[in-house]
């Protein structure tokens, strides 16, 4: 398929992985734009030279849905879902003959994908009723991340949620620990991943970290009521509880309460 692909993705791994699997494969595409936003797609497709003959799309973006490109601008190309998500999502983009791929998305399923494009079996986002595709999707229960994935040395690495233990900031820096005790370096800032965690699963303790019910080990009350949590792999970071996060921590320790976000 000889073409311009636009990339719409606000996860910088992502976003860097599937560029270099495009250039690295396919010698007849040109990225001809990375975005991350619903804003800058917006702008973008109304003042673009070069058009793109398909756009790789990611349902989550960092002001929106992708859905809401559909409703302020024009598509006329393929557009194909490149997505974390799978249950809720799928079953949407099958009844509306949508394409999409799943994260991490490998060099066989991206020559799949183009090559239906290259005989147009995906239809043009023209041709989408968006409208009944974001009703698809709205009435599932909201969902949340599944699964991260991270840079680690030259390699792009999946982590489950579920098998994370916390995250926390450093010096400018926001990390990721695994309950294998596995520690990565995230591109995200704690108030962005604080939105796509489940609460009844994860609890912000305080501005710097936040903790799943899985590495909650010993809670010890401190002097002036404060709580000290001894986390599960063991960390030398701050582990106290905010004192106005207190009650509803151990709500949520106690119940599983969907408040810990």
Known sequence: MNGNVLIIEDELVAQQAL????????DDIRIVGVLDSVDKSVSWLENCQ???????????????????IFERTKI?????????????????FEVNSIDYL?????????ARALER????????????DIEALRAAISSEARRYKQRYLLRYNDKIVMVETANIAYFYSEDGC??????AGDKYLMDNSLDTISKELNPANFFRISRSCIVSDKAVGNVAKRLGNRIKLTLKPASDIDSFVSRS????FLNWLESGEQQGL
């Open 174 to 179: 926001t990390y990721l620990m695994t309950l």
């Open 19 to 26: 560029v270099r699997s495009l250039t690295t494969n396919f």
């Open 50 to 68: 070069s058009y793109p003959d398909v756009i790789f799309m990611d349902v989550e973006l960092s002001d929106g849905k992708c859905f809401d």
């Open 117 to 128: 494009c290259r005989n147009r079996q995906i239809k043009s986002a023209e041709n989408i």
């Open 245 to 248: 996060k207190t009650a509803d």
């Open 102 to 110: 799943l994260k991490p998305v490998s060099v066989a399923d991206l």
């Open 76 to 92: 006329n190309c393929p557009v194909i879902i490149v997505t974390a998500y799978n249950n809720y999502a799928i079953k949407a």
